[in-house]
């Protein structure tokens, strides 16, 4: 590409320079100068490489904001208990930490005293805290929520969890080469043949008439009408109208490369939480003779607690508008449940244990029950006294349009699947009502990237679309990453496309934008390059015996002519339009 640039504007000026300086080596009618051509072809070419150079996002963000959510410091307690505020570079595996409410877990360990709640949003995508108490695991940079902990360090530094995702990211945005361009391709073989045609012409029209001005015209006309102008806007104009189109509808392409990767996908992987569900936890059933008395009951006592699948029952009452009642004597029995008083009689919220420990009969509610946590829903009951009132289902619904948007992608030729680190009931309850069989379960952050790179491995160009720090490995992995933009900074740093308005819909908008982009790119290139091989075949003087002559500055024109038609052609991807649902629609 940059060589016939070169060739043909270098031509152009030295031809110029040759009329400004010693016009008599000139007929009157070749005595032209070409300055302005060659440096509006020029400026043309270097402002398609600076839009490219804008579109490219920047790698290392992602990474930044990783090593930001490692703790720096931590409170390590010494041999005789005493707490010490020490940089966590000092630890070592063994040292016991005290981690407060609010703080983040400094390094990989095992708790050894002390029970808390702990978000992994982080590492599992999951918008429930992880209770953890002693014996069990914790991570790194995962979040203390409520209690006070003694953890014991397991791995530190490289070894941990958030640092080998921090490798994963680095790695893979590291080891992706840039995409060629279409137009480089076309010209890397153009190129050579324009130069071999001006050559030819330019000794055939001193064998035939001996006239060196006429056969040095004939030369820089083919050079000049050959000057790829039009090729070098082919591929910058469409992005620029592409990408500027499918930003207005949501869709922010990150790097220029991922207009063409995008185009060529045909496997788009989801993470399920937060992408296809609306990662939080909402009231999706209830089962008892007075629904709204059970929810009124639920959500006052739940008013007291802080536990999540509460605050979802709170949340449900208030969207009902339900007056709730005052409670006293209130008790939390950890990991079973709560009891209040309400109108001096005695209420139960809690877990299948919790009933069953207080001697309460479920009855049928029990069966409901177990189809319900059999579907991925999490069960909890209301008791009055010593009597069942009823049960409540929570659980992540789907998304209303993920169903939409997952048809619409299959009627694309584009096979769907989805990862997660969730348990496989409440994995398979949302794939089965999706109608998604290819299904990655309990997968751990550093094994999303792989789910990616097997199927890569398969022949699959694929695109990973997610949400959530965890995701952010997969993100840089996938041919595509795409990132709600609902979702967390370090997983839109590391995506190729943001869907600018976190709605699900905007993946089938992207991909649309994407393949008629790259459409439009190749009709480009196609009417550039037929353009300029009919007006080289009559710049060298095939037509001339039909009284047909092309001289440099007819070139000069018919070469602008050429980049208005393409501009025009690139303007026309500004009909692009949003996928909708049905309901949108």
């Not at 890569?456 to 992995?477: C, R, W, Y």
């Not at 595509?480 to 995506?495: K, M, R």
């Not at 070469?559 to 949003?578: C, D, I, T, Y």
Request: with cysteine.
């Amino acid at each position: 590409m940059n060589s016939l640039v070169a060739t043909g504007t270098g031509a152009a000026w030295a031809y110029s320079t040759l009329v400004l300086l010693a016009p008599a080596l000139f007929p009157p009618e070749a005595r032209h100068v070409y300055f302005d051509s060659a440096a509006v072809v020029i400026a043309a070419v270097l402002g398609g490489k600076y839009l490219e150079e804008i579109a490219k996002g920047r790698t290392s963000a992602a990474i930044r904001k990783l090593v930001g959510l490692q703790a720096k410091t931590a409170h390590r307690l010494d041999s005789e208990g005493v707490e010490q505020d020490v940089p966590v570079a000092q630890l070592r595996v063994g040292d016991r930490l005290v981690v407060r409410p609010g703080e983040r877990m400094p390094v990989d360990g095992r708790v050894v005293e002390g029970r808390a709640h702990v978000d992994e949003a982080m590492l599992t995508g999951e918008p429930l805290p992880v209770a953890k108490t002693e014996g069990d695991e914790v991570v790194g940079g995962t979040v203390d929520q409520d209690g006070r902990l003694v953890i014991e360090a397991t791995s530190v530094g490289g070894d941990t969890v958030l640092a080998q995702i921090i490798k994963l990211v680095e790695s893979a945005q590291t080891g992706k080469l840039p995409i060629q361009g279409l137009a480089d391709r076309v010209v890397r073989v153009f190129t050579p043949i324009v130069l071999l045609i001006a050559t030819l012409s330019f000794i055939a029209w001193i064998l035939i008439g001996g006239n060196i001005s006429v056969a040095l015209v004939a030369a820089v006309a083919v050079l000049v009408v050959a000057c790829p102008c039009a090729m070098g806007l082919a591929t910058p104009a469409a992005i620029m109208v592409g990408t500027g189109r499918a930003a207005e509808l949501g869709v922010l392409f990150r790097k220029g490369e991922a207009l063409e990767a995008l185009s060529h996908v045909d496997t788009v992987l989801f993470d399920k939480t937060g992408t296809l569900t609306e990662g939080r936890p909402v009231l999706v059933d209830m089962v008892a003779a007075e629904q709204d008395q059970a929810l009124r009951l639920a959500a006052a006592l739940e008013t007291a607690s802080e536990h999540p699948l509460g605050r979802a029952i709170v949340t449900a009452a208030k969207e009902k508008g339900l007056d709730l009642p005052e409670v006293t004597d209130f008790r939390a029995v950890a990991g079973h449940g709560i009891e209040s008083r309400i109108d001096g009689r005695l209420v139960r919220v809690g877990a299948h244990r919790f009933m069953a420990g207080e001697g309460i009969e479920l009855g049928d509610l029990g069966s409901r029950a177990a189809e319900m946590e059999g579907s991925g829903r999490t069960v909890v009951y209301v008791a009055v006294d010593d009597a069942a009132l009823g049960l409540l289902a929570i659980a992540d619904r789907a998304k209303p349009e993920a169903k939409a948007v997952v048809d619409a992608l299959r009627s694309q030729g584009v096979s769907v699947a989805m990862v997660t680190g969730d348990a496989t009931a409440t994995a398979r309850a949302v794939a089965d009502q999706l109608g998604i069989d290819d299904v990655h379960l309990e997968v751990v952050p550093q094994d999303k990237a792989k789910v990616v790179t097997s199927l890569q491995s398969e022949g699959h160009s694929v695109a990973f679309v997610g949400d959530g720090i965890n995701d952010a490995p997969a993100l840089a992995q996938a041919d595509v990453g795409i990132a709600l933009a609902t979702g967390t900074d370090i997983a839109i740093e590391a995506a190729d496309v943001t869907l600018t308005r976190g709605q699900l819909g905007e993946v089938v908008t992207a991909l649309s934008a994407a393949r008629h982009t790259l459409g439009n790119i190749r009709g480009n290139l196609f009417w550039a390059f037929f353009y300029n091989v009919i007006l080289i075949l009559i710049a060298a003087g095939l037509a001339a015996p039909w009284g047909i002559h092309l001289n440099p500055m007819v070139a000069g024109v018919a070469m602008g002519l050429s980049s208005v038609f393409v501009l025009g052609n690139s303007l026309r991807l500004r009909r692009l339009k949003a996928f909708k649902t049905g309901a949108e629609a």
